[in-house]
């Protein structure tokens, strides 16, 4: 057997179990879906998973709304991912809708749109494109894989392009 085979049919009691995911909790934070993956791992039978998560949930070592805003906090300003890519990432997680909008309501619309305005300028810096059509192309896919919204991509390529004008 290797050492993968041996780490997915790892077997750990309920108690075991609910201890050492409280101790994970009280480490980082967590949202259900994570819990329950780490659980299914283990082995627990689908009652055990639901009791755990649920006992994590009303001791507040789960709160997934708690969960969602520091997710949403720190994709945003240290990862520079837009809207789309974060909502993308959390809806992954089972995370609602509801949830993850409340979430956003924390971020400024004036601090959002300066981030994106520095990762085009900083991209565009970093960019031997002759050619503005395709520099424009570039700096829209970039600002798009990073997960901001087309409006706002190209209101701030055309803002950075006409600065030093």
Known sequence: MTYSEDKKTKEISYSSALSKMQFIC????????????????????????????????????????????????????????????????LKQKQIPESTIMEAFDSISEEIYEENLEDILSSKMRSTREEDPYKLKAKLYRFAQSRGFESNLILRNIEKILHKDE
Do not use: A, M
Request: glycine content about 4%; aromatic content about 14%; charged content about 40%.
């Open 26 to 89: 009280s480490r980082q934070e967590k949202c259900c879906s994570d819990i329950r993956k780490k659980l299914e791992n283990w082995n627990l039978s689908y009652d055990d998973q639901d009791k755990i998560i649920q006992s994590l949930i009303d001791d507040k070592f789960i709160d997934e709304n708690r969960y969602t805003g520091f997710y949403v906090r720190d994709k945003y300003k240290f990862n520079k991912w837009g809207r789309i890519k974060i909502s993308h990432h």
